[in-house]
C-alpha cells in the first residue's frame, strides 16, 4: 500500500528557518509531480510548491525566494526548504504526489496526514 509521511513541522519564531521532508513509500512503480499544499484555519487548501520527476518547479508567489522544493528521486522523497518566515506561513502542510503504484493501470493522487507549520510573531 502506499503511502506518503511528512516529517519536520514544528513551531519557530519569525524570520527562522524549517525544512519538511516527505518520503513515499510502499510498491510504487514511478512517481510523477510531487509537492507541498497548506492550510490556514479558516481557509481553503493552497498551493506551495511542486515539482516534476525532471527537476521543473513551480512556486506560489507568497514563498518566491523564500522557499525552495527539491527530491531525491531515488529515495522518493521530496523536501521544502522554509526560510525567513512569516506568521502567515503558519498552517498545515500536506505532502502530495502523482504516484503510479506497482501493479496498477495508472497514476493515482496520494496525500500526507498534514503536519503543523507554527510561525510566532
Known amino acids: 500500500q502506499v503511502q506518503l509521511v511528512e516529517f519536520g513541522g514544528g513551531l519557530v519564531q519569525a524570520g527562522g528557518s524549517l525544512r519538511l521532508s516527505c518520503a513515499a513509500s510502499?510498491?510504487?512503480?514511478?512517481?510523477?509531480?510531487m509537492g507541498w499544499y497548506r492550510q490556514a484555519p479558516g481557509k481553503q487548501r493552497e498551493l506551495v510548491a511542486t515539482?516534476?520527476?525532471?527537476?521543473?518547479?513551480n512556486a506560489a508567489d507568497s514563498v518566491k525566494g523564500r522557499f525552495t522544493i527539491s527530491r531525491d528521486n531515488a529515495k522518493n522523497t521530496v523536501y521544502l526548504q522554509m526560510n525567513s518566515l512569516k506568521p502567515e506561513d503558519t498552517a498545515v502542510y500536506y505532502c502530495?504526489?502523482?504516484?503510479?503504484?506497482?501493479?496498477?493501470?495508472?497514476?493515482?493522487?496520494?496525500w500526507g496526514q498534514g503536519t503543523q507549520v507554527t510561525v510566532s510573531s
Open positions: 515539482i516534476t520527476n525532471a527537476g521543473s518547479t
Open positions: 502530495n504526489a502523482l504516484i503510479w503504484p506497482a501493479g496498477r493501470g495508472s497514476f493515482k493522487d496520494y
Open positions: 510502499g510498491s510504487i512503480f514511478t512517481i510523477n509531480t
